[in-house]
């Protein structure tokens, strides 16, 4: 991710691994030669619309409920900049740096397509801003999800426009007419629907989509390998992993799962330890024998979403919209229902996993299901406390989650004189899936952490080649099992590792690529 190559903006569809290049890791950007092509196209069909004496919504008239007003000519720059300035009406902490990139990438590309009527010179703005690492200040609340995420993208709008403040590469807070002569970018002055073009669309939410279907992939991998490495703490077994087993149900994110903790505990001195007959158990619990179905499941669900993803970062939205005939029509493409659903359906795939991963480490700290661990994994139980608190930490997240995972799309409230009589929520949506990502990170991590002092006290027997991978991947910031220690900062050392993909790299190092 962390390269020097530019990504190339044209009128297709750009790859999510792009959008994360941009937003997280601030590479730079470039209008291709078709995008500015396919702009100077459509532009000129809306001069001719603003040239016309029939009333066009959105080029030569108001806005929502507003939109029965025919403008005068000499009044559509003034247009364009109230419209701006008054959608700019955002409130609340500011949102994350990447989010807003995203945001303003996505909102680039639609402009590349040429159906939204920008000149080619105000795209260019957005796209200096973004080489500039100037990102306007978003505020957390503003968008319902339809007519675009228009709160949000509005702040975007009155950076082009040379107004608002923004954040500049170092996250100093500027004003943007100082930071943009700083950095010799020219802001413009809006004409005929570019105010419009530039807030109207889904680029808020698609941003928040992509950011977190790329954590997930990873927070999918990490869970199976602390599921992994609870089972073999927990002493127990990896056959009812077994492909047979797992074919009888053939849902592709479970096989995947399995397969990925077959491979994991290949091998296992922990798990041999108990195959002598000694062992009296005829099951394990759900939280361990059902990880690959957890897991599974969240794993078709992030397929759902992505599929979702793909097909929005190929549209083109906003209202009115240029056609390839020429055509300008309203349209109402900028809802953001696909975006809101899959958005929700992942914050309960994120809430499930935590779940049962705060189960597992449980179990490991409760001397009646431990099968001979130490009481909550501590060096001297009773003077020491060990993971208690830790696994109350993972218990206060999963709660949250579990808040989290009630949608926002199932709300709406009716706004523009009820010209906008149903909304998305999306944004909304988009913002809780960010706070579950960072929990199931959180949750995975304690699990880790609590699993890897374990394995440690099951020694002498070692573990599997691939999970021992990663409790010394785990050693390397966090010390071995002893006396209580400082317990915050070393699972913040863990979550690093998690967030850092040093976890997955750890286990891959020893078994080779995982699923």
């Known amino acids: 991710m ?69 403008i005068d000519p000499s009044l559509r720059a003034q247009l364009q900049r109230s419209l701006v300035r008054s959608h700019a009406a955002g409130s609340g902490p500011e949102v994350e740096t990447e989010v807003v990139r995203a945001m303003m990438l996505l909102r680039l590309r639609t402009l590349a397509t040429g159906h939204t009527g920008v000149r080619p010179a105000t795209a260019r703005v957005l796209e200096s801003l973004l080489n500039a690492r100037l990102t306007p ?66 680029d808020g ?22 599921a992994a490495m609870s089972v073999e703490a927990l002493l127990g077994t990896d056959y009812v992993f077994a492909a047979d087993l797992q ?16 491979t994991l505990l290949a091998g296992s001195g922990v798990m041999a330890s108990h195959r002598d007959g000694s062992c009296t158990r005829v099951q394990d619990a759900y939280s361990l024998r059902c990880a690959p179905q957890v897991a599974g499941a969240a794993r078709d669900t992030l397929a759902h ?27 109402g493409n900028f809802h953001g229902a696909p ?14 996993l935590a779940s049962i ?13 431990s099968h001979g661990l130490p009481a909550f994994l501590a060096d001297d139980p009773g003077v020491d406390s060990g993971h208690m608190i830790a696994q109350y930490t993972q218990a206060a997240i999963v709660s949250e989650l579990k808040r989290l995972a009630v949608p926002a799309s199932v709300d709406s409230i009716p706004s523009s004189a009820m010209q906008e009589d149903h909304v998305s929520m999306g944004w909304s949506a988009g913002r809780k899936l960010r706070r579950a ?45 002893g006396p209580d220690r400082f317990l915050a900062p070393e699972i913040e050392a863990v979550v690093r590792l998690v967030e850092s993909g040093v976890v997955v790299a750890a286990a891959e190092s020893a078994v080779g690529p995982l699923g």
């Open 357 to 369: 991963a705060e189960r597992r480490t449980d179990r490991m700290l409760d001397v009646a299901r």
């Open 437 to 481: 990502v960072d929990g199931l990170t959180r949750v995975l991590a304690i699990e880790l952490l609590t699993a890897a002092r374990a394995l440690d006290l099951r020694r002498p027997h070692a573990p599997a080649p691939g999970t021992g991978a990663v409790v010394e991947a785990l050693r390397e910031p966090v010390a071995g099992p």
């Open 247 to 262: 074919a009888l149900r053939p849902h592709p994110g479970q096989a995947l799962a399995a397969a990925n903790m077959r």
């Open 305 to 331: 979403a992505s599929a979702v993803a793909a097909r929005e970062i190929a549209s083109a939205i906003d209202n009115p919209v240029v056609l390839a005939d020429g055509r300008v029509e309203s349209n």
């Open 2 to 70: 962390h390269d020097n190559e530019v990504v190339g903006v044209g009128p297709g569809p750009l790859a999510f691994d792009d959008v994360v290049r941009v937003a997280r890791y601030g590479a730079q950007v470039r209008l291709t030669d078709d995008a500015i092509a396919e702009m100077a196209a459509s532009r000129g069909r809306v001069e001719e619309l603003a040239e016309a004496d029939t009333p066009a919504y959105g080029v030569s008239t108001g806005f929502g409920a507003l939109a029965t007003r025919h």
């Open 339 to 352: 975006v809101a659903y899959v958005l929700d359906f992942l914050a309960i795939a994120v809430a499930d």
């Open 137 to 202: 200040v978003v505020h957390e609340y503003g968008s319902l999800g339809c007519s675009g995420d228009l709160a949000p993208l509005s702040h975007v709008a009155l950076t082009i426009m040379g107004e608002g403040v923004v954040r500049d590469a170092e996250g100093r807070l500027r004003p943007t007419a100082e930071a943009l002569k700083e950095y010799g970018v020219e802001p413009v002055e809006l004409a005929a629907k570019e105010g419009l073009a530039l807030i109207n669309g889904t």
């Open 205 to 226: 939410m698609l941003g928040m989509l992509v950011l977190a279907l790329h954590d997930l992939s990873r927070l999918l991998t990490t869970a199976d390998i602390s």
